[in-house]
């Protein structure tokens, strides 16, 4: 019975390594920047686990924290942090421990620290990296003025129904992974002070650009054009935060 008992121990032993294994290996199959977007984006800065963008001309002192999608390197969304630095925002995108920000959902607060000069602060990302962007919102009401979904969605545990927390959701046509039919169901968990918006023509992969993504769907608008429609539609918001 003793020998039976350690075998089967060492069989689950063998079953989680292998599972842990597998796991790891697929959290390091990430999502690359496009050769477009790193030759219209030139060099970035990097601060640590951070990509940063800082105002060159006006300093609207205000930060804006951006969770990249699950295993999408944080450079492929250096397009829209520069287009936001540009109009007066100083942006952090930052790269999670094996690629996913629902592992490190509270990340944002090493860069909220290291910017203290920052007066007002807002949270988004893409994906699932928006879903835990807006949990840190949900968590840090104090802290977060607002919150952008980017192809996104709050938790059910992240209701803000009852809450005046601003929130931009930009979302597109073409979605083949957030798609309108779970942007229409999770409705209800946005508060009174949303504004939605809808890419014609775009898809999920062109919330980044980092080239077509598994489950997707064609878009029916270049990756610049869509990333362009995004960040007006953010900064027209934001300016009016």
């Known amino acids: 019975m003793k020998r039976l008992?350690?075998?089967?121990?060492?069989?689950?032993?063998?079953?989680?390594?292998?599972?842990?294994?597998?796991?790891?290996?697929?959290?390091?199959?990430?999502?690359?920047?496009?050769?477009?977007?790193?030759?219209?984006?030139?060099?970035?800065?990097?601060?640590?686990?951070?990509?940063?963008?800082?105002?060159?001309?006006?300093?609207?002192?205000v930060g804006i924290v951006l969770y990249p999608g699950a295993k999408v390197e944080p450079t492929a969304y250096s397009y829209l942090g520069k287009r936001l630095s540009e109009a007066g925002y100083t942006?952090?995108?930052?790269?999670?421990?094996?690629?996913?920000?629902?592992?490190?959902?509270?990340?944002?607060?090493?860069?909220?620290?290291?910017?203290?000069?920052?007066?007002?602060?807002?949270?988004?990302?893409?994906?699932?990296?928006?879903?835990?962007?807006?949990?840190?919102?949900?968590?840090?009401?104090?802290?977060?003025?607002?919150?952008?979904?980017?192809?996104?969605?709050?938790?059910?545990?992240?209701?803000?129904?009852?809450?005046?927390?601003?929130?931009?959701?930009?979302?597109?046509e073409k979605d083949g992974l957030t798609t309108k039919d779970k942007i229409d169901e999770t409705k209800s968990l946005l508060s009174r002070k949303t504004v939605l918006f809808e890419i014609k023509g775009g898809n999920h992969a062109q919330f980044g650009m980092y080239g077509e993504q598994k489950g997707d769907n064609q878009a029916d608008i270049s990756a610049k054009v869509q990333q362009d429609l995004i960040a007006d539609e953010m900064i027209k918001w934001l300016d009016k935060q």
């Not at 350690?6 to 079953?15: E, F, G, P, Q």
């Not at 709050?154 to 129904?161: E, K, L, V, W």
């Open 91 to 172: 942006v952090g995108i930052p790269k999670f421990n094996l690629n996913l920000a629902m592992l490190e959902t509270n990340k944002a607060e090493e860069w909220i620290k290291q910017n203290a000069s920052i007066k007002k602060w807002f949270i988004g990302g893409h994906s699932l990296g928006g879903v835990s962007a807006a949990t840190f919102a949900h968590e840090n009401p104090d802290l977060i003025k607002g919150v952008i979904l980017l192809a996104s969605y709050p938790a059910n545990g992240d209701d803000f129904s009852n809450k005046d927390t601003s929130i931009l959701s930009i979302y597109a």
């Open 5 to 61: 008992i350690k075998r089967v121990l060492l069989s689950i032993s063998i079953l989680l390594i292998c599972g842990f294994i597998g796991f790891f290996v697929w959290t390091q199959q990430t999502y690359e920047p496009t050769k477009e977007l790193l030759k219209s984006v030139g060099k970035v800065n990097q601060d640590g686990d951070w990509l940063t963008f800082k105002p060159s001309g006006i300093d609207k002192e």
